[in-house]
């Protein structure tokens, strides 16, 4: 059974940063491409990051600059670091895993999900 799971999200003032993971259980994320996804409150779920097989990453506009995405095959793990983090950065972040096409853009194409953590920035 595939399980993705979130943890790091909180709450934080406006220009502060968090850390994300999500760890993997009967998956190994090596070989895939795996992604970050978030979905504020009366609106639809978007992309954020997300990273290939190789390592080469992309971003949502509304990001770069201020996120960067990585993995560590070995550990498992998946990580989204966010600084300068603004209130409309505030959403649930879910991580995904597995696209064939390893865009940012559409998230349904993507096959295994987290459960998601919510991420609050106040101004």
């Known amino acids: 059974q595939v399980q993705l799971v979130e943890s790091g999200g909180g709450s934080v003032q406006a220009g502060g940063s968090l850390r994300l993971s999500c760890a993997a259980s009967g998956y190994t994320y090596r070989g895939h491409c795996l992604g970050w996804f978030r979905q504020a409150p009366g609106k639809e779920r978007e992309g954020v990051a997300v990273?290939?097989?190789?390592?080469?990453?992309k971003y949502a506009d509304s990001v770069k600059g201020r996120f960067s995405i990585s993995r560590d095959n070995a550990k498992n793990t998946l990580y989204l670091q966010m600084n300068g983090l603004k209130p409309e950065d505030t959403g649930v972040y879910y991580c995904?895993?597995?696209?064939?096409?390893?865009?940012?853009?559409?998230?349904?194409?993507?096959?295994?999900w987290g459960q998601g953590t919510q991420v609050t920035v106040s101004s």
């Open positions: 990273i290939g097989s190789d390592g080469r990453t």
């Open positions: 995904a895993a597995e696209s064939f096409w390893c865009t940012v853009n559409y998230p349904g194409e993507y096959k295994y």
